[in-house]
């Protein structure tokens, strides 16, 4: 099984809302990756977590709150948002590192569509 | 510093004709390579990878792609193309930590 599970599939929420995002694979993959893309652009990482544990944080702002419950599981926790923040939130996993040290080949999820109004 | 180019941020081909999307990289060693294709409002599905052994790279749905290190190249191609193909096109390369990502070329396959 290589499939990554992300609910909701769409997501509208107010400035003033809280509200979550989830993540789920069964790969036994030990590194999961949060992601943000905005119309006609690659992906830009947000987050990394490595055996459980945040690794990186790419200076994302206070208002994402990312979260790993246990291996298979990441959530992204969503407060206070800005319109600016509307986008397609892509959750991958890899094997922890390549044979190159580098991250291991990552599969996405098919993302949450993300509107803040 | 590592980087990615996708050479062509738009390319068009009709139905059954060859596709090529070009992809150079810099780096300071061998990365490990790959293409991810991404449909729309869909998450990214990886196609193919390079790790450093054959540099003839065969993925799915036809595609293939060849590593050549004096080009520092790593170009996609299709024999032929169908309609199914339209889609944006990623090359990534695998840096210190995290993906490097090119900028994506957008595919069109014309009846």
């Known amino acids: 099984d290589t499939e990554v599970t992300q609910t909701p599939k769409h997501l509208v929420m107010g400035m003033t809302n809280k509200k979550s995002l989830k993540c789920e694979q069964h790969m036994g993959h030990r590194a999961m990756y949060w992601y943000k893309q905005k119309a006609k652009k690659p992906p830009e990482l947000m987050f990394v977590?490595?055996?459980?544990?945040?690794?990186i944080n790419e200076s994302v702002p206070s208002r994402f709150s990312p979260e790993c419950p246990n291996s298979s599981l990441l959530n992204l926790h969503l407060h206070a948002l800005q319109p600016e923040d509307s986008a397609l939130y892509l959750c991958?996993?890899?094997?922890?590192?390549?044979?190159?040290?580098?991250?291991?080949?990552?599969?996405f999820g098919p993302g949450t569509r993300l509107t803040v109004t | 510093a590592q980087s990615v180019t996708q050479l062509d941020s738009h390319v068009s081909v009709s139905e059954g004709t060859p596709v090529l999307l070009r992809c150079n990289y810099s780096?300071?060693?061998?990365?490990?390579l790959f293409w991810y294709v991404q449909h729309p409002n869909k998450g990214l599905q990886l196609l193919l990878k390079y790790t450093s052994a054959a540099t003839l790279v065969k993925g799915i749905n036809g595609f293939e792609a060849e590593f050549k290190k004096s080009e520092t190249s790593f170009h996609l191609t299709k024999p032929s193309a169908h309609m199914s193909d339209a889609a944006e096109y990623f090359c990534?390369?695998?840096?210190?930590?995290?993906?490097?990502f090119g900028t994506g070329t957008r595919l069109k396959v014309l009846a």
């Open positions: 977590y490595s055996y459980e544990k945040l690794s």
């Open positions: 780096s300071s060693y061998s990365p490990s």
């Open positions: 991958a996993s890899s094997q922890d590192r390549s044979s190159t040290g580098g991250p291991g080949e990552q599969y």
């Open positions: 990534v390369a695998s840096g210190t930590y995290k993906y490097i």
